[in-house]
């Protein structure tokens, strides 16, 4: 009874080892293989930063924590990995996703976000895509520009939480985004540490992926 209890033992370790080896390693599918549209033009506020303080303290007393998630979106091309980000006005980039309702979780919500973002709307949900484990969260302990990778301590109610998840696509996807956005396949070489260009969020997404195995998918 006891050798069986122990071998039962390994086998439940390895194949949980298994499982987490799987788990880190990202299947990623050419660039050629996806569809890239487009669809009408979106309103985009512009906020000088006094405005977008006055919304986020408006949002605070209405609701409390605001909380975004966006995801990490990746394709192979020339062999490397490209992170998909959203371009606007030739300058700004962003990763997809935005804003969580209240009441909503942050998986419902991202796939929500996705399908406004990449999808002909809201209602039609990016097909084939599965949204991952969290890779990296940053706070806003209070309401300014600076976002955080961690709580500072004298800080106990942040008003604003960002989570980065990384999402697994599938072979043969549709992308449909508005007129004034781009859809580009940046190489994550290129991203590293060029905070200038990408801000201090995006450009840290290769430490975050440092963990994870790419697959090269030859199709």
Known sequence: MGEEA?????????????????????DLYPLSSYYFGSREAVRVK?????????RLKSNYAAHGLRTCVEAVLLVELFKHP?????????SIFKLPGGRL???ESDIEGL???LASKLSVNENVLVPGLEVGECIG????????????PFLPPNVKHPKECLKLFLGRLALHQQFVVPKNFKLLAVPLCQIHENEKTYGPIISQIPKLLSKFSFNMMEI
Request: net charge positive; proline share 4%; no cysteine.
């Open 6 to 26: 122990r071998v039962l033992g390994i086998e439940s370790r390895e194949e949980n080892a298994t499982g987490r080896n799987h788990d880190s390693v990202v």
């Open 46 to 54: 512009d906020e000088m930063i006094t405005d977008r303080v006055a």
């Open 82 to 90: 490209h992170v998909l980000l959203l371009q606007y006005r030739n």
């Open 101 to 103: 309702r209240p009441g």
């Open 111 to 113: 796939r929500r976000k």
């Open 137 to 148: 969260m940053w706070r806003r302990p209070n309401f300014e520009t600076s976002m955080y």
